[in-house]
Protein backbone atom coordinates (compact mmCIF):
# COMPACT_ATOMS: atom_id res chain seq x y z
CA UNK A 1 0.00 0.00 0.00
CA UNK A 2 1.44 3.64 -1.46
CA UNK A 3 0.24 5.19 2.42
CA UNK A 4 2.26 2.69 4.14
CA UNK A 5 5.52 2.92 2.06
CA UNK A 6 5.76 6.83 2.53
CA UNK A 7 5.06 6.20 6.20
CA UNK A 8 7.99 3.98 6.39
CA UNK A 9 9.84 6.15 4.79
CA UNK A 10 9.08 8.77 7.01
CA UNK A 11 9.56 6.90 10.09
CA UNK A 12 13.13 6.63 8.13
CA UNK A 13 12.98 10.57 7.93
CA UNK A 14 12.49 10.60 11.48
CA UNK A 15 15.13 7.99 12.47
CA UNK A 16 17.78 10.08 10.62
CA UNK A 17 17.06 12.97 12.41
CA UNK A 18 17.07 11.36 15.87
CA UNK A 19 13.68 10.97 16.88
CA UNK A 20 12.13 7.60 17.84
CA UNK A 21 8.52 6.93 16.16
CA UNK A 22 5.88 5.66 18.95
CA UNK A 23 3.06 5.34 16.87
CA UNK A 24 1.39 5.99 13.19
CA UNK A 25 -2.27 7.15 12.74
CA UNK A 26 -3.64 7.93 8.76
CA UNK A 27 -6.95 9.71 7.82
CA UNK A 28 -8.61 9.63 3.97
CA UNK A 29 -9.62 12.55 3.53
CA UNK A 30 -11.23 14.30 0.30
CA UNK A 31 -9.47 17.55 0.67
CA UNK A 32 -7.28 18.79 3.58
CA UNK A 33 -9.14 21.47 6.23
CA UNK A 34 -8.01 25.23 6.05
CA UNK A 35 -7.57 25.11 10.07
CA UNK A 36 -5.72 21.74 11.32
CA UNK A 37 -5.42 19.84 7.34
CA UNK A 38 -7.27 16.70 9.28
CA UNK A 39 -10.54 16.88 11.09
CA UNK A 40 -11.20 18.22 14.25
CA UNK A 41 -12.59 14.56 15.69
CA UNK A 42 -8.66 13.23 14.55
CA UNK A 43 -7.29 16.44 16.26
CA UNK A 44 -8.33 15.36 19.44
CA UNK A 45 -7.80 11.52 18.78
CA UNK A 46 -4.22 12.41 18.01
CA UNK A 47 -4.26 14.74 21.15
CA UNK A 48 -5.24 11.53 23.51
CA UNK A 49 -2.71 9.31 21.19
CA UNK A 50 -0.12 11.80 22.16
CA UNK A 51 -0.73 12.28 26.03
CA UNK A 52 -0.93 8.40 26.14
CA UNK A 53 2.55 7.69 24.40
CA UNK A 54 4.20 10.47 26.24
CA UNK A 55 5.24 12.17 22.71
CA UNK A 56 6.71 15.35 22.41
CA UNK A 57 6.81 15.41 18.49
CA UNK A 58 4.15 14.97 15.74
CA UNK A 59 5.13 14.78 12.09
CA UNK A 60 3.13 14.64 9.21
CA UNK A 61 3.92 13.22 5.70
CA UNK A 62 1.77 16.24 4.14
CA UNK A 63 2.92 20.01 3.72
CA UNK A 64 1.47 22.00 6.38
CA UNK A 65 0.26 25.72 5.49
CA UNK A 66 1.67 28.23 8.20
CA UNK A 67 -2.23 28.40 9.55
CA UNK A 68 -2.63 24.77 10.11
CA UNK A 69 0.77 23.90 11.72
CA UNK A 70 0.10 26.86 14.37
CA UNK A 71 -3.03 25.66 14.75
CA UNK A 72 -2.33 21.82 15.62
CA UNK A 73 0.61 23.17 18.23
CA UNK A 74 -2.09 24.96 19.94
CA UNK A 75 -4.45 22.12 20.12
CA UNK A 76 -2.00 19.35 20.28
CA UNK A 77 0.39 20.91 23.15
CA UNK A 78 3.09 19.65 21.50
CA UNK A 79 5.62 20.70 18.22
CA UNK A 80 4.62 19.95 15.04
CA UNK A 81 6.24 19.58 11.91
CA UNK A 82 5.40 18.37 7.81
CA UNK A 83 7.57 16.35 5.71
CA UNK A 84 9.33 19.39 4.26
CA UNK A 85 10.78 20.60 7.68
CA UNK A 86 12.38 17.04 8.97
CA UNK A 87 13.66 16.87 5.33
CA UNK A 88 15.39 20.85 6.48
CA UNK A 89 16.83 19.42 9.24
CA UNK A 90 18.12 16.32 8.47
CA UNK A 91 20.35 18.44 5.96
CA UNK A 92 21.25 21.00 8.37
CA UNK A 93 22.75 18.51 10.51
CA UNK A 94 24.41 16.39 7.81
CA UNK A 95 25.97 19.68 5.77
CA UNK A 96 29.92 19.30 6.05
CA UNK A 97 30.92 21.65 3.35
CA UNK A 98 30.74 25.28 3.40
CA UNK A 99 28.69 25.24 0.00
CA UNK A 100 26.36 22.94 1.52
CA UNK A 101 25.76 24.75 4.56
CA UNK A 102 25.05 27.61 2.59
CA UNK A 103 22.65 25.87 0.29
CA UNK A 104 20.84 24.81 3.65
CA UNK A 105 20.43 28.25 5.19
CA UNK A 106 19.09 29.32 2.27
CA UNK A 107 16.24 27.07 1.84
CA UNK A 108 15.17 27.16 5.99
CA UNK A 109 15.34 30.76 5.75
CA UNK A 110 12.74 30.80 2.63
CA UNK A 111 10.29 28.12 4.40
CA UNK A 112 10.54 29.79 7.71
CA UNK A 113 9.88 33.40 6.37
CA UNK A 114 6.23 32.65 5.92
CA UNK A 115 6.09 31.04 9.31
CA UNK A 116 7.70 33.50 11.60
CA UNK A 117 5.08 33.64 14.11
CA UNK A 118 5.31 30.13 15.29
CA UNK A 119 8.70 29.50 15.17
CA UNK A 120 10.61 31.76 17.34
CA UNK A 121 12.85 29.22 18.34
CA UNK A 122 14.48 28.65 15.07
CA UNK A 123 14.77 32.82 14.01
CA UNK A 124 16.65 33.10 17.94
CA UNK A 125 19.35 30.60 16.45
CA UNK A 126 20.14 32.38 13.29
CA UNK A 127 19.08 36.15 14.45
CA UNK A 128 22.37 37.38 15.26
CA UNK A 129 23.35 41.01 13.91
CA UNK A 130 19.65 41.89 13.24
CA UNK A 131 20.12 45.31 15.19
CA UNK A 132 17.57 47.11 16.64
CA UNK A 133 13.95 47.52 15.00
CA UNK A 134 12.95 50.75 13.49
CA UNK A 135 10.76 53.47 14.63
CA UNK A 136 6.97 51.96 14.02
CA UNK A 137 7.97 48.84 12.84
CA UNK A 138 6.96 45.66 15.08
CA UNK A 139 9.48 42.57 16.05
CA UNK A 140 7.91 40.55 13.20
CA UNK A 141 8.60 43.07 10.54
CA UNK A 142 11.81 43.74 11.18
CA UNK A 143 12.76 40.26 11.38
CA UNK A 144 11.02 39.56 8.44
CA UNK A 145 13.33 42.43 6.31
CA UNK A 146 16.41 40.92 8.08
CA UNK A 147 15.46 37.70 6.38
CA UNK A 148 14.85 39.19 3.09
CA UNK A 149 18.15 40.79 3.31
CA UNK A 150 19.94 37.64 4.73
CA UNK A 151 18.31 35.41 1.54
CA UNK A 152 19.42 38.01 -0.55
CA UNK A 153 22.84 37.58 0.29
CA UNK A 154 23.37 34.07 0.64
CA UNK A 155 21.94 33.74 -2.99
CA UNK A 156 24.93 36.03 -4.62
CA UNK A 157 27.66 34.17 -2.44
CA UNK A 158 26.19 30.64 -3.85
CA UNK A 159 26.54 32.78 -7.14
CA UNK A 160 30.19 32.65 -6.61
CA UNK A 161 30.19 29.36 -5.38
CA UNK A 162 28.80 28.29 -8.63
CA UNK A 163 31.07 30.85 -10.91
CA UNK A 164 33.88 28.82 -8.75
CA UNK A 165 32.59 25.18 -9.59
CA UNK A 166 32.57 26.87 -13.28
CA UNK A 167 36.67 27.64 -13.49
CA UNK A 168 37.18 24.28 -11.32
CA UNK A 169 35.66 22.25 -14.15
CA UNK A 170 37.71 24.22 -16.83
CA UNK A 171 40.86 23.42 -15.00
CA UNK A 172 40.08 19.74 -14.75
CA UNK A 173 42.30 17.34 -16.92
CA UNK A 174 40.36 16.60 -19.99
CA UNK A 175 38.31 13.37 -19.62
CA UNK A 176 35.05 12.22 -20.19
CA UNK A 177 32.49 13.20 -16.37
CA UNK A 178 29.65 10.92 -14.99
CA UNK A 179 27.03 12.40 -12.35
CA UNK A 180 25.56 9.76 -10.00
CA UNK A 181 22.06 10.72 -9.40
CA UNK A 182 18.76 9.05 -7.81
CA UNK A 183 16.88 8.40 -5.08
CA UNK A 184 18.49 8.89 -1.59
CA UNK A 185 20.17 5.83 -0.24
CA UNK A 186 19.99 4.25 -3.46
CA UNK A 187 23.68 3.35 -3.20
CA UNK A 188 25.26 6.39 -5.35
CA UNK A 189 28.08 6.57 -2.89
CA UNK A 190 28.52 2.94 -1.93
CA UNK A 191 29.21 2.51 -6.09
CA UNK A 192 31.53 5.64 -6.65
CA UNK A 193 34.16 4.16 -3.61
CA UNK A 194 33.83 0.55 -5.34
CA UNK A 195 34.74 2.47 -8.92
CA UNK A 196 37.44 4.02 -7.61
CA UNK A 197 38.67 2.53 -4.88
CA UNK A 198 38.81 5.15 -2.26
CA UNK A 199 37.69 5.78 0.86
CA UNK A 200 34.31 7.35 0.67
CA UNK A 201 31.48 7.66 3.28
CA UNK A 202 29.19 5.35 3.13
CA UNK A 203 26.25 5.01 5.74
CA UNK A 204 22.59 3.05 5.27
CA UNK A 205 20.46 6.17 6.14
CA UNK A 206 18.53 8.83 4.06
CA UNK A 207 20.93 11.37 3.02
CA UNK A 208 23.84 10.35 4.29
CA UNK A 209 25.71 12.32 2.28
CA UNK A 210 24.87 15.94 0.86
CA UNK A 211 28.71 17.60 -0.55
CA UNK A 212 29.27 16.84 -4.12
CA UNK A 213 32.68 13.84 -4.39
CA UNK A 214 34.46 13.67 -7.74
CA UNK A 215 36.60 10.91 -8.10
CA UNK A 216 38.87 9.60 -10.69
CA UNK A 217 37.56 6.44 -12.34
CA UNK A 218 39.80 3.83 -14.34
CA UNK A 219 37.32 1.85 -16.37
CA UNK A 220 39.83 -0.28 -18.57
CA UNK A 221 41.51 -0.69 -21.49
CA UNK A 222 43.06 2.90 -21.21
CA UNK A 223 39.63 4.96 -20.29
CA UNK A 224 38.79 6.81 -17.22
CA UNK A 225 35.93 8.97 -16.03
CA UNK A 226 35.82 11.50 -13.77
CA UNK A 227 32.26 10.47 -11.63
CA UNK A 228 30.86 12.87 -9.54
CA UNK A 229 28.18 11.87 -6.65
CA UNK A 230 25.65 14.24 -6.15
CA UNK A 231 22.97 14.68 -3.36
CA UNK A 232 20.24 12.24 -3.40
CA UNK A 233 16.25 12.74 -3.99
CA UNK A 234 13.21 12.17 -1.45
CA UNK A 235 9.49 12.18 -2.40
CA UNK A 236 7.26 15.72 -1.85
CA UNK A 237 11.67 17.49 -1.46
CA UNK A 238 10.44 20.79 -0.67
CA UNK A 239 10.94 23.17 -3.41
CA UNK A 240 13.56 25.70 -1.53
CA UNK A 241 15.82 22.74 -1.12
CA UNK A 242 15.77 22.12 -4.35
CA UNK A 243 16.03 25.57 -5.95
CA UNK A 244 19.17 26.11 -2.79
CA UNK A 245 21.26 22.98 -4.67
CA UNK A 246 21.19 24.37 -7.82
CA UNK A 247 24.91 25.05 -7.56
CA UNK A 248 25.67 21.48 -6.75
CA UNK A 249 24.06 20.09 -9.08
CA UNK A 250 25.30 22.07 -12.06
CA UNK A 251 27.92 19.08 -11.78
CA UNK A 252 25.06 16.77 -13.67
CA UNK A 253 24.13 19.43 -16.04
CA UNK A 254 28.03 19.35 -16.96
CA UNK A 255 28.22 15.85 -16.95
CA UNK A 256 28.86 14.31 -20.49
CA UNK A 257 26.42 11.02 -19.30
CA UNK A 258 24.01 10.62 -16.19
CA UNK A 259 24.04 7.73 -13.91
CA UNK A 260 20.53 6.91 -12.53
CA UNK A 261 21.01 4.42 -9.59
CA UNK A 262 17.97 3.07 -8.29
CA UNK A 263 17.39 0.88 -5.45
CA UNK A 264 16.38 -2.62 -7.37
CA UNK A 265 15.28 -4.42 -4.05
CA UNK A 266 12.44 -1.44 -3.12
CA UNK A 267 8.96 -2.45 -4.38
CA UNK A 268 8.40 1.35 -5.42
CA UNK A 269 11.48 1.65 -7.54
CA UNK A 270 9.06 3.10 -10.60
CA UNK A 271 7.96 5.57 -8.21
CA UNK A 272 11.01 6.64 -6.90
CA UNK A 273 12.62 7.10 -10.69
CA UNK A 274 9.40 9.22 -11.31
CA UNK A 275 10.36 11.47 -8.35
CA UNK A 276 14.12 11.62 -9.79
CA UNK A 277 13.08 12.49 -13.17
CA UNK A 278 10.63 15.02 -12.23
CA UNK A 279 12.81 16.88 -9.62
CA UNK A 280 15.89 17.38 -12.60
CA UNK A 281 13.56 17.97 -15.17
CA UNK A 282 12.26 21.02 -12.90
CA UNK A 283 15.70 21.75 -12.38
CA UNK A 284 16.08 21.79 -15.89
CA UNK A 285 18.45 19.13 -16.80
CA UNK A 286 16.35 17.08 -18.84
CA UNK A 287 12.88 16.67 -20.48
CA UNK A 288 11.58 13.35 -19.02
CA UNK A 289 9.84 10.54 -21.33
CA UNK A 290 6.89 8.75 -20.87
CA UNK A 291 5.73 5.50 -21.42
CA UNK A 292 5.03 5.57 -24.98
CA UNK A 293 8.19 7.40 -26.04
CA UNK A 294 7.01 10.90 -25.83
CA UNK A 295 9.02 13.98 -23.96
CA UNK A 296 7.46 16.38 -21.16
CA UNK A 297 9.02 19.69 -20.52
CA UNK A 298 9.90 20.40 -24.08
CA UNK A 299 11.91 23.50 -23.36
CA UNK A 300 14.97 21.44 -22.64
CA UNK A 301 16.31 18.92 -24.71
CA UNK A 302 19.36 17.64 -22.77
CA UNK A 303 17.97 14.10 -22.91
CA UNK A 304 18.72 14.18 -26.67
CA UNK A 305 22.09 14.75 -26.14
CA UNK A 306 22.69 13.37 -23.11
CA UNK A 307 22.95 9.70 -22.22
CA UNK A 308 21.06 8.45 -19.15
CA UNK A 309 22.18 4.74 -18.13
CA UNK A 310 19.45 3.58 -15.56
CA UNK A 311 21.57 1.47 -13.01
CA UNK A 312 19.99 -0.77 -10.81
CA UNK A 313 21.89 -1.30 -7.40
CA UNK A 314 21.27 -3.86 -4.83
CA UNK A 315 21.04 -6.97 -6.90
CA UNK A 316 22.47 -9.06 -3.84
CA UNK A 317 19.01 -8.10 -1.97
CA UNK A 318 16.99 -9.68 -5.28
CA UNK A 319 15.42 -13.02 -5.51
CA UNK A 320 15.99 -13.48 -9.40
CA UNK A 321 18.97 -11.02 -10.46
CA UNK A 322 18.98 -12.72 -14.04
CA UNK A 323 14.80 -12.12 -14.12
CA UNK A 324 14.56 -8.76 -12.58
CA UNK A 325 17.22 -7.87 -15.24
CA UNK A 326 15.31 -9.34 -18.00
CA UNK A 327 12.09 -7.26 -17.26
CA UNK A 328 13.56 -3.90 -16.39
CA UNK A 329 15.41 -4.03 -19.92
CA UNK A 330 12.29 -4.18 -21.66
CA UNK A 331 11.86 -0.68 -20.60
CA UNK A 332 15.64 0.60 -19.90
CA UNK A 333 17.28 -1.73 -22.32
CA UNK A 334 21.39 -0.35 -21.59
CA UNK A 335 19.90 -0.43 -18.13
CA UNK A 336 22.99 -2.16 -15.88
CA UNK A 337 22.50 -4.57 -12.43
CA UNK A 338 25.05 -3.57 -9.92
CA UNK A 339 25.75 -4.64 -6.79
CA UNK A 340 28.75 -3.12 -3.76
CA UNK A 341 28.61 -6.64 -2.12
CA UNK A 342 31.55 -8.86 -3.20
CA UNK A 343 30.70 -11.85 -6.11
CA UNK A 344 31.53 -14.46 -3.58
CA UNK A 345 28.48 -13.67 -1.38
CA UNK A 346 25.91 -14.75 -3.59
CA UNK A 347 25.03 -15.28 -7.45
CA UNK A 348 25.25 -12.22 -9.73
CA UNK A 349 24.05 -11.86 -13.44
CA UNK A 350 26.88 -11.60 -16.22
CA UNK A 351 26.68 -8.20 -16.09
CA UNK A 352 26.03 -7.57 -12.76
CA UNK A 353 28.30 -6.61 -10.04
CA UNK A 354 30.47 -3.25 -10.35
CA UNK A 355 32.21 -4.69 -13.52
CA UNK A 356 28.96 -4.72 -15.48
CA UNK A 357 29.08 -0.76 -14.70
CA UNK A 358 32.42 -0.28 -15.72
CA UNK A 359 31.77 -1.89 -19.14
CA UNK A 360 29.08 0.44 -19.41
CA UNK A 361 31.17 3.30 -18.94
CA UNK A 362 33.96 2.18 -21.04
CA UNK A 363 31.24 1.57 -23.87
CA UNK A 364 30.30 5.21 -23.58
CA UNK A 365 34.28 6.50 -22.93
CA UNK A 366 34.66 5.22 -26.74
CA UNK A 367 31.32 6.57 -27.69
CA UNK A 368 32.36 10.07 -26.15
CA UNK A 369 35.87 9.65 -28.10
CA UNK A 370 35.58 8.87 -31.63
CA UNK A 371 38.09 7.92 -33.91
CA UNK A 372 39.87 10.63 -35.79
CA UNK A 373 42.24 10.95 -38.72
CA UNK A 374 44.78 14.03 -37.71
CA UNK A 375 47.62 15.74 -39.45
CA UNK A 376 50.60 17.07 -37.54
CA UNK A 377 53.69 18.54 -38.98
CA UNK A 378 56.67 16.31 -38.25
CA UNK A 379 58.34 19.48 -36.46
CA UNK A 380 55.09 19.73 -34.02
CA UNK A 381 56.36 17.40 -31.38
CA UNK A 382 54.50 19.30 -28.53
CA UNK A 383 51.00 18.32 -30.84
CA UNK A 384 52.32 14.79 -30.71
CA UNK A 385 52.98 14.59 -27.28
CA UNK A 386 49.92 15.97 -26.21
CA UNK A 387 47.94 13.51 -28.58
CA UNK A 388 49.85 10.54 -27.24
CA UNK A 389 48.85 12.12 -23.99
CA UNK A 390 45.35 13.14 -24.07
CA UNK A 391 43.99 10.19 -26.51
CA UNK A 392 44.37 6.55 -27.22
CA UNK A 393 46.41 6.74 -30.43
CA UNK A 394 45.22 3.51 -32.58
CA UNK A 395 48.56 4.33 -35.16
CA UNK A 396 51.02 6.91 -36.92
CA UNK A 397 52.72 7.14 -40.15
CA UNK A 398 54.60 9.81 -41.18
CA UNK A 399 54.14 10.82 -45.11
CA UNK A 400 55.22 13.80 -47.02
CA UNK A 401 56.42 15.53 -43.79
CA UNK A 402 53.31 14.82 -41.81
CA UNK A 403 52.49 12.66 -39.62
CA UNK A 404 48.72 11.42 -39.48
CA UNK A 405 47.71 9.83 -36.50
CA UNK A 406 44.64 7.40 -36.19
CA UNK A 407 43.56 8.24 -32.30
CA UNK A 408 40.38 8.31 -30.29
CA UNK A 409 39.88 11.76 -29.16
CA UNK A 410 37.59 13.44 -27.35
CA UNK A 411 34.91 15.55 -28.76
CA UNK A 412 36.07 19.01 -26.57
CA UNK A 413 39.95 17.91 -27.51
CA UNK A 414 38.82 17.30 -31.51
CA UNK A 415 37.58 20.65 -31.60
CA UNK A 416 40.17 22.61 -29.43
CA UNK A 417 42.50 21.10 -32.43
CA UNK A 418 39.99 22.77 -35.23
CA UNK A 419 40.26 25.56 -33.78
CA UNK A 420 43.61 25.57 -33.85
CA UNK A 421 43.62 25.09 -37.93
CA UNK A 422 44.46 21.28 -37.25
CA UNK A 423 43.62 19.10 -40.01
CA UNK A 424 40.77 16.16 -38.32
CA UNK A 425 39.17 13.87 -40.19
CA UNK A 426 36.33 11.81 -38.76
CA UNK A 427 36.11 7.91 -38.89
CA UNK A 428 40.39 7.73 -39.66
CA UNK A 429 41.29 4.21 -39.45
Request: glycine letters at 8%; aromatic letters at 4%.
Amino acid sequence: MRVEEHLAELAQLADTAGAHVVGRAVQRVESPTPNYFVGQGKVEELKATLAGAQATLMLFDEPLSPVQGQNLETALGVRVMDRAEVILDIFATRARSHEAKLQVELAQLEYLLPRLKRMWTHLSRIRGGIGLRGPGETQLETDRRAIRRKIGGLKRRLEEVADHRANQRHGRRDLPSAALIGYTNAGKSSLLKALSGEDVFVEDRLFATLDTLTREVDVGENYRFRLTDTVGFIRKLPHHLVASFRATLEEAREADLLLHVIDASQSAWEEQVEVVDGALAEMGLYGTRNAEGGTRNRTVDVEERKRVVYVFNKADLLPDPEAFLSQVRERYPHSVLTTCVPRSNFRVPRSGGVDGLRSALRTSAQALRPVAEIRVPVGDGKLLAALHRDAEVMSQAQTDGVVVVTARVEARLLGKLRRDGVEVVLGGG
